[in-house]
């Protein structure tokens, strides 16, 4: 799953108002944010294969670090307790917000994926494997983004002008990036893909922190 990872940190927002929304943004992708780097390293490993599935081209036939369902836990919790130093009030609340929003990503990969997601070492792998039927995983993918956004949209009142008009460009975008992927060449190389999300996640990040702040709720 790509765009539909961000529903959940849009959503995520009213259960912890003082955490910014670009460390939602990257908490949710910070199992890919590992994946990325660890493929770069050549620790886990991904093949390019295209039409593997109608919604993806990757056959991910190694990452127990980061997609392993103890490996994510763990990310999970050190991503949390890292993203703390950004937050000052109630934090334990904070906490368990954070890390929820990254252990999201493990469980709507879950949805789309084909059996990959190693339950134990890089055994037991799961998957329900929507990514086969594009016609379900792409229009999945943008309800949850959209379903997201209006929680965030209401939540979090734009108290400037173009607040809104700003996340509802920014939304737009992302739904075209995400036809774009699906639609789009294959990537052509594992590390090119790996560099692809790694700036497109950095990019989204820094894009949702300007949305976040443009609706002038954002304390300092
Ligand atoms: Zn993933």
Redesign the pocket.
């Known amino acids: ?1 790509f765009i539909g ?1 961000y529903g959940p940190a849009f959503a995520a927002k009213p259960a912890a108002p003082r955490v910014p929304l670009w460390i939602l943004f990257v908490a949710v ?1 910070w ?2 944010f590992c ?1 990325a780097a660890l493929v770069l390293m050549g620790v886990e490993k991904v093949r390019i294969v295209p039409g593997f599935t109608q919604g993806s081209a990757l056959e ?1 036939y190694y ?1 127990p670090y ?2 392993g369902l103890i490996g994510a836990l763990v990310l999970s919790l050190l991503f949390g307790l890292v993203a703390l130093a950004f937050v000052r009030e109630k934090r334990a609340a904070a906490l368990a917000v954070i890390a929820a929003a990254v252990f999201s ?2 469980l ?2 879950l949805l789309v ?1 084909v059996p990959d997601l190693p339950m134990f070492g890089d055994a037991d792998k799961v998957g329900f494997g929507l990514w086969r039927w594009l016609w379900i995983s792409l229009p999945l993918e943008l309800a949850f983004l959209l379903g997201g956004a209006v929680v965030y949209a209401r939540a979090v009142p734009s108290r400037r002008r173009f607040g809104d008009l700003a996340l509802w460009l920014f939304v737009a975008a992302m739904a075209a990036v995400e036809v774009y992927a699906a639609f789009g060449p294959a990537p052509t190389s594992a590390a090119d893909e790996a560099k692809t999300a790694l700036m497109a996640y950095a990019l989204l990040a820094l894009l949702a922190g300007l949305v976040d702040w443009g609706r002038g709720t954002v304390r300092a």
């Open positions: 799953m990872h992708q199992l890919d994946w991910l990452m980061t997609h990503h493990w709507l990969d994926h």
